[in-house]
Nanobody, 123 residues
């Protein structure tokens, strides 16, 4: 499975961005796709995830009500709509895929990772 993330950029606080992650290869083996982020000097943290089968979603508390994850099965692509962005959302955002079931916030469950896309939110 190969993952290609895009859509990052520079935005002012309160603004919006939409990230995309396109999957290719053995996509039928994927069960969960998610987004993680890593701010400068910090560890990688869970943001949001969606399951391919049931369409279940999960969000980190820090982004609930502001971010929305969705998927397009016909394009093997997931999206992360980010609204009301804050400076603390500044990070490199990574998409990831898991083949081992629904454990959305467990980073070690994700076997496949995209290259990351930088989101910078200015105050």
């Amino acid at each position: 499975v190969q993952l290609q993330a895009s859509g990052g950029g520079l935005v002012q606080a309160g603004g919006s961005l939409r990230l995309s992650c396109a999957a290719s290869g053995r996509t039928r083996s994927m069960y969960t796709m998610g987004w993680f982020r890593q701010a400068p000097g910090k560890g990688r943290e869970f943001v949001a995830a969606v399951s391919g089968s049931a369409g279940s979603t999960s969000y980190a508390d820090a982004v609930k009500g502001r971010f929305t994850i969705s998927g397009d099965g016909t394009k093997n692509t997931i999206y992360l709509q980010m609204n009301s962005l804050k400076p603390e959302d500044t990070a490199v955002y990574y998409c990831a895929a898991s083949t081992s079931g629904w454990s959305p916030d467990l980073i070690h469950e994700y076997a496949y990772w995209g290259q990351g896309t930088l989101v910078t939110v200015s105050s």
